[in-house]
């Protein structure tokens, strides 16, 4: 009986130890066969065109690695259920993390419980950054991490040097902001505030509100500002999505739609998102920025293999995918790359 209770305390050590070594320690040798590493994405929210369409291009491209094993999560646009997941993160063991903040702030110190359990974190779409963390002015990379991302300034300026040239004088304008702290949501505002309202001083804001990345929230949001009975000149919207819910809000109110389908305002878009490019062919929105989910999702698995088996350290991982303008003379391409990943039938 000594023995058998001896041997038995020897096996719960061994496996013990077992767990604490596997629970989110960073390999330096590649995995071996049948042992594939563990990897979670954590999405900000599935309702978020974007994300979602992250999250199955990632999931396409995780199909190509056969030492890594995949598992997408989502926050659903809720600060603490995000908080939530990346600390089951921990709790699960997962070998690396790639995390998609809805709010930066909120998620930083949950994103340094991860780095404290030896698990290394990619942040993507958007970047974490040290200012994040410590309320700092540093706007370098959070200390620890990489990151996979695009330059949101940038996007910006896309739909803002347009609108630059091409909104009449005393145009009114509406502004659809993503979540407050989240970057790629505030960048974006400053980049349209460096771009657009600093050269245009004779636009007229009449209604500018967050609609968290939400197309529901921005159709109510624009439902409320036309019923004020102001003419609005253009639809100034941080992604996509919510330009999509702002439009929706007017498609069929013939001032701002003519029968012969042609408009009586303009709207700017960020993301180059499926339904912004259908919205695009149909002459409701002006032009978008491409953000290529695909590409994201791409370097994000690439540099996911090599940090696991070693190749670089994750803090090595610094990548932006470029923002190329999408408009109607060239979106018939961008239709049809929709059309050969399926995501338009």
Request: charged share 25%; net charge negative; glycine share 8%.
């Amino acid at each position: 009986m000594k023995l058998k209770k001896l041997l038995a305390v020897v096996l719960g050590v061994i496996m013990a130890l077992g767990m604490i070594t596997g629970c989110g320690s960073q390999s330096e040798e590649p995995a071996a066969d049948g042992d594939a590493y563990k990897v979670c994405f954590v999405a900000r929210a599935s309702a978020d065109t974007f994300a979602a369409w992250l999250t199955d291009e990632i999931k396409s491209q995780a199909a190509n690695y056969d030492d890594i094993e995949l598992t997408c999560v989502s926050g659903e646009g809720d600060d603490n259920t995000e908080n939530g997941l990346l600390e089951d993160c921990i709790t699960k063991g997962y070998d690396l993390v790639i995390v998609q903040s809805n709010n930066n702030a909120a998620q930083a110190p949950y994103v340094q419980k991860l780095l404290d359990a030896g698990i290394p974190v990619i942040t993507t779409n958007p970047t974490t950054h040290q200012c994040d963390l410590d309320g700092s002015d540093s706007l370098e990379v959070m200390a620890g991490t990489g990151t996979v991302d695009a330059d949101p300034v940038e996007q910006a300026s896309v739909g803002a040097n347009r609108a630059v040239e091409e909104l009449p004088e005393g145009a009114n304008v509406v502004v659809l902001k993503g979540p407050s702290g989240n970057y790629h949501a505030d960048k974006r505002r400053e980049g349209w505030e460096k771009n657009f309202f600093e050269k245009r001083p004779d636009v007229n804001i009449v209604g500018e509100d967050f609609a968290n990345w939400n197309s529901d929230e921005a159709m109510d949001l624009m439902e409320a500002w036309v019923q004020k009975g102001t003419h609005i000149d253009a639809i100034i919207s941080m992604n996509d999505n919510m330009a999509a819910g702002a439009i929706e809000a007017i498609r069929n109110n013939p001032e701002y739609v003519k029968e012969d389908g042609t408009t009586t305002f303009y709207a700017y878009g960020v993301d180059g998102t499926a339904q912004g490019c259908q919205l695009i062919e149909e002459g409701l929105l002006t032009c978008t920025a491409l953000q290529a989910a695909s590409d994201i999702a791409k370097m994000n698995m690439e540099y996911a293999e090599k940090v696991l088996n070693g190749e670089m350290d994750v803090t090595e991982v610094r990548d932006n995918v470029p923002a190329p303008e999408i408009n109607k003379d060239n979106v018939a391409e961008y239709i049809q790359m929709y059309k050969d990943n399926g995501q338009i039938k």
